[in-house]
């Protein structure tokens, strides 16, 4: 009686820290249920993951990643929980929807992404069945060779996220993922991509669509996403700035897409399109454009619950603006793959028109 709890392991990282994976072994930074990570950098001296090959000759899968796994719920078996992707041998996954894996912020995550097998990746930053307690604010994943982002299930919110020239996915959703997002930039450029689809966002409820509850379901908001606008260099396998599919539900709101190839806001299978056609998912209040169909029934299930007109119909209807153009949403200079410029100009409609309605005092309200 009377004796503490022990505290949480934490793993604790200075700001202005450079962390050089070994590249023979391939590492990663896995922090396993229970622990914390404590990684906080400033914009002067943020904390970056990087490659431990010198300046110039580092490469996309130089090493591994960083894993963060939690004890909130996912759609998945608990008896025993899920193994992550990616070779690792560790679970996540529990009951705790406020679990707290600890703090991320100013942190930059480059040269990462290995797969140990086909279809099981480490990717830039992974999430498994992280809580709502963390802070991950200011992370960018550059040169990822897999999916930046991936949330596997789990509550965890994130803001001020940056995803630059990833070969897969830039945010991936599975397992029953049901936290929120704002303020992101998600730019691909136009040689890189891997033999699978690489999507602004790729979502599912999981691998075979199933009812499996709860549903993934994130909730996003002030995020742009920044295709190749069909630069002659564009990777064939560079799709969609969303791809929402197998029985997935979403919110999208105050947002801008542009440039992708074969779609802007993609519905994919008959789930899918029905809970965004009856009204249980949300995309309003953005601005659409793509290089082709900025609005797309990506199969013909799709098609049968709703047609790409009456997407198109459907989201003006509720405060999206379509363009033909991109350079009508007026950014500075998006499409320079270089030295980007993501702002809006003076007159820009990204300047106005949002609306938050309906969500929660997580997200920060601006015009």
């Keep these: 009686l009377g004796r503490r709890a022990p505290p949480?392991?934490?793993?604790?990282?200075?700001?202005?820290?450079?962390?050089?994976?070994?590249?023979?072994?391939?590492?990663?930074?896995?922090?396993?249920?229970?622990?914390?990570?404590?990684?906080?950098?400033?914009?002067?001296?943020?904390?970056v993951f990087t490659s431990g090959k010198a300046a110039g000759e580092r490469a996309r899968g130089d090493w591994g990643g960083v894993i963060i796994l939690g004890n909130a719920p996912t759609n998945r078996p608990l008896s025993p929980a899920p193994l992550i992707e990616g070779g690792v041998d560790r679970r996540y996954g529990g009951a705790d929807p406020d679990d707290n894996s600890g703090i991320m912020r100013y942190v930059r995550i480059e040269w990462a992404g290995i797969a140990a097998e086909p279809g099981s990746e480490i990717n830039g930053l992974t999430?498994?069945?992280?809580?709502?307690?963390?802070?991950?604010?200011?992370?960018?994943?550059?040169?990822?060779?897999?999916?930046?982002?991936?949330?596997?299930?789990g509550t965890v919110?994130?803001?001020?996220?940056?995803?630059?020239?990833?070969?897969?996915?830039?945010?991936?959703?599975?397992?029953?993922?049901?936290?929120?997002?704002?303020?992101?930039?998600?730019?691909?450029?136009?040689?890189?991509?891997?033999?699978?689809?690489?999507?602004?966002?790729?979502?599912?409820?999981?691998?075979?669509?199933?009812?499996?509850?709860p549903f993934t379901r994130p909730i996003l908001s002030n995020v742009t996403w920044i295709g190749p606008n069909g630069d002659p260099n564009t990777n064939a396998q560079i799709s969609y700035a969303n791809r929402w599919r197998r029985n997935v539900r979403f919110e999208v709101h105050n947002s801008v897409m542009m440039g992708y190839p074969k779609g802007g806001f993609g519905l994919e299978g008959t789930a899918t399109a029905t809970e965004y056609s009856n009204g249980n998912s949300l995309f309003r209040n953005n601005l659409v454009h793509a290089f082709t169909n900025p609005y797309k029934s990506i199969d013909g299930n799709a098609a049968s619950v709703i047609s790409q007109n009456e997407m198109q119909i459907k989201a003006e209807a509720e405060g999206c603006i379509t363009y033909s153009n991109a350079n009508d949403i007026m950014l500075v200079d998006p499409f320079n793959w270089d030295n980007p410029n993501y702002m809006p100009m003076v007159g820009s409609p990204a300047l106005s028109g949002a609306s938050f309605t309906g969500l929660d005092t997580f997200f920060s309200n601006v015009p």
């Design 157 to 213: 919110n994130a803001k001020y996220l940056v995803a630059y020239a990833t070969s897969d996915d830039d945010l991936d959703f599975d397992f029953g993922y049901t936290g929120k997002i704002q303020f992101a930039v998600i730019q691909r450029r136009p040689e890189i991509a891997d033999t699978d689809n690489g999507n602004g966002v790729e979502a599912d409820n999981d691998g075979s669509g199933s009812s499996a509850t």
């Design 127 to 153: 999430l498994g069945g992280v809580g709502s307690g963390p802070t991950l604010e200011y992370i960018q994943v550059s040169y990822g060779n897999d999916d930046a982002y991936e949330f596997f299930g």
């Design 8 to 47: 949480l392991p934490l793993f604790s990282i200075p700001k202005g820290t450079i962390i050089k994976s070994d590249i023979s072994q391939k590492g990663a930074l896995i922090i396993e249920r229970g622990a914390r990570i404590e990684a906080v950098g400033t914009a002067q001296e943020p904390i």
